[in-house]
DNA sequence: TCTTGTGGTGAAGTTAACTTGAGGAATTAG
DNA sequence: CTAATTCCTCAAGTTAACTTCACCACAAGA
């Protein structure tokens, strides 16, 4: 008896819980991406959503891409110069992963400067902010909650 | 005739107006991190809140932290090592960076491992979670939104 | 003293990234 | 052919880190 393959797979494509098997994400969450304009997978004749194989690749990437800071925001913008209608190719991975990698560079690059200054700078215990290198404003690694979030850098006096 | 000095301190301590423009701080912001148990100014008989200079240092160091990436849960733990009712010494601020010092350098460690596989992983266009370095499940560096969320290590099979 | 600030207190709103729940339709397993 | 799954939609809830608002009290300066 042949042992069927228990596959969420119709040839009209992937089911959300196989992708969500895979990827390991709730499939709440995979529907909130697709309002987030990061996959769109088509639907069936009843109205179930159908993914591509090509889309847990783009899932991992935004997982990825999450964890290394950035927004799902960020992540749509950079998936967005992905073709349209084709199933993206190596190149087309390399290009987006391009920027990203830029990105990190700074990151560690900003991270390391701080890190080499926290001992001038909390470490020594005067915190003058006038002096301070972590007064740097170019600082990109925060954009959580509400309203302006300013890095130190309006308070030119001293403490 | 003697300019005098426009200083919103009186000898009951700091107002949150000084403290606020030290920083750079709202004064909302400021009466939240007292929620949050960062700062504990005494109140004047009217209830005022009245701060001490050491404050400005705790803000500061609550400012610096959050731009390394850490919450406030996170940096009111590491306050509370700090002597209750005594001003912090230098030593007191060194012990205490010197935790956040090794959090930076593990995070440090772990962006650039990241970045040395990026090439290698997404890069390459493969993405087979199965062999892709980036499984890795020992990120420490996310924290945000509901409920779990996982770095990639659940889905064992190749995608 | 009189008029502006400052300051204080809730309560409610905001953004991000999702989850939870209710109620109903399709699909699949036995 | 049922019963059990899986899926769908929409609305509302959740956490973090604050802001905004309304409304009232004190404080400072001309």
Known sequence: MKQK????????????????ERTGLAPSAIRYYEEEGIVHPH???TGQRRYERADIRRLSFVMISQSLGFSIAEIRIALDSLPAH?????????AISEKFRKD???????????????DGCIGCG??????????????????????????????????
């Not at 990151?107 to 080499?116: E, F, P, S, V």
């Open 86 to 94: 084709r199933t993206p190719t190596k190149a087309d991975w390399q």
């Open 126 to 159: 005067c915190l003058s902010l006038s002096n301070c290198k972590l007064y740097n404003p170019d600082d990109r690694a925060r954009s959580r909650g509400t309203g302006p979030r300013y890095l130190m850098g309006d308070t030119p006096s001293d403490l």
């Open 104 to 118: 990190l560079d700074a990151r560690i690059a900003q991270m390391t400067k701080l890190r080499d200054q926290l």
């Open 43 to 45: 639907r069936t004749d």
């Open 5 to 20: 393959p228990k596959l969420r797979l119709r040839p009209t494509g992937l089911t959300i819980g196989f992708i969500s």
